[in-house]
């Protein structure tokens, strides 16, 4: 199985592909030709950094294009990692106002505390809470930690699209799917146990 992590100059590639190698991927490349992605089996879409930042570097590379294509057309499973997840968004308003990948209907919008003890960004570990069933949280339980490192958020149009909630600025979407696109707002690489699962689960979805 290849495993592709998008290089479009926004995250930490190197943690995330030894999380990857260390879950027993076949083969984990860090693809810096968007033409490559065709050859994977699974594309990986990490990011950290703000939401107009990350497209302007997906359009200007020529990512978007790519991406949407296989998503359509393959039917491979793809993972967004924080960035990667909001990315997928209709629309994000982090530095400036611009359209996102489109592939799961919502928008990424700022948080807002709920409360005088909450500080964003939003860093640190916190709890899950699954919201509809899905195959990346097999054997996970509800309260399972994960890394956040986020002050923007993914708020899908449709529910059914939200996999899991966490109670912060009220609460969050913490990740979603739509047919075999996923997303994590969290940082499964740096979620020790957890995390590894989720990557596991992500590598064993047919």
Request: charge should be negative; proline fraction near 3%.
């Amino acid at each position: 199985m290849k495993v592709y992590i998008v290089d479009y100059g926004m995250g930490n590639l190197m943690s995330v592909k030894r999380a990857f190698e260390e879950c027993e991927a076949d083969e984990v490349c860090i693809c810096n030709n968007p033409e490559e992605l065709f050859n994977a089996d699974r594309i990986v879409l990490p990011g950290v950094g703000s939401f107009y930042e990350g497209m302007n570097n997906l359009n200007s590379k020529g990512w978007t294009r790519i991406i949407k294509q296989i998503a359509k057309e393959r039917q491979i499973p793809i993972l967004g990692i924080c960035l990667g997840m909001q990315l997928f968004a209709s629309k994000g308003y982090e530095g400036k106002e611009i359209e996102g990948l489109n592939l799961i209907d919502g928008e990424v919008k700022k948080l807002i505390p709920s409360n005088g003890n909450e500080r964003i960004p939003h860093i640190g570990w916190n709890e899950i809470y699954k919201f509809n069933d899905s195959g990346l949280f097999l054997g996970i339980d509800d309260g399972t930690d994960f890394y956040f490192v986020h002050s923007y958020h993914f708020i899908p149009k449709n529910e059914s699209d939200i996999m899991t909630k966490t109670l912060y600025c009220g609460e969050f979407v913490s990740s979603i799917s739509n047919g075999k696109i996923y997303g994590v707002q969290f940082h499964p690489e740096k979620s020790h146990k957890s995390g590894f699962m989720i990557i596991k689960n992500f590598l064993s979805i047919n």
